[in-house]
């Protein structure tokens, strides 16, 4: 049996989720975990639907099941993501993952775990920290002084800096990254849920 399947909405959180979990596992706090990041075929809609029908099969494989998806773009926007995680959890528990499930719905997107202080963030974003501050004072910040549009304050860096989007970035940026000072809400559920599960 392995230790962990993680669900995830599209190839950047595979990216991210998989590059933290095999290569920064001691500095998420955990042992070294045998884990397979699988990507639902219909995203943020078909993860909230689905999880729970997707993840049965594979109940007896593993020993703990983690579902993670984009607030922004499930279909569920007008509901607080706490309600949603509840919810799928629920389904989850009630098709065998009892006690071995939790699910994290970001806010709003995967893309709020990229702004941090790092100075690794603007390298891998192919751009100077000022210039880079220059166009993140573009966009209104969040009470944790990140971009409320995340998503698209990265995509208007990679553009000035005329890098494509990719999942590789997601990967580079998960395995640069400092994790100590994190203090996306999200990324610390995540954190505490892998701790708590793999000490």
């Not at 993840?55 to 099941?65: D, G, K, M, S």
């Not at 993501?81 to 699910?103: M, P």
Request: aromatic share 8%; charged share 25%; net charge neutral.
């Amino acid at each position: 049996m392995k230790d962990l399947v993680v669900l995830v909405a599209d190839s950047n959180m595979k990216a991210a989720v998989q590059t933290l979990i095999e290569k920064r596992y001691k500095s998420l706090g955990i042992c070294q975990v045998q884990a397979d990041v699988l990507v639902h075929p219909r995203r943020d809609p078909g993860i909230f639907h689905e999880a729970h029908i997707f993840l049965q099969p594979l109940r007896n494989e593993y020993r703990y099941a983690l579902v993670m998806f984009d607030h922004e773009g499930c279909g569920q926007e007008n509901r607080p993501a706490r309600q949603l995680e509840q919810e799928v959890k629920e389904r989850l528990e009630q098709a065998d993952w009892q006690g071995r499930c939790e699910v994290i719905v970001l806010e709003p997107e995967l893309e709020a775990w990229v702004w941090s202080s790092s100075p690794h963030v603007p390298k891998v974003l192919g751009l100077t920290p000022q210039k880079m501050q220059q166009i993140l004072q573009r966009f209104p910040q969040n009470r944790l002084g990140k971009p409320q549009r995340p998503k698209e304050a990265m995509e208007e860096c990679l553009k000035e800096a005329k890098i494509p989007r990719s999942s590789s970035i997601y990967a580079e940026l998960a395995e640069t990254v400092g994790l100590q000072n994190c203090v996306d809400p999200n990324f610390v559920k995540f954190r505490q849920t892998l701790q708590k599960w793999f000490p």
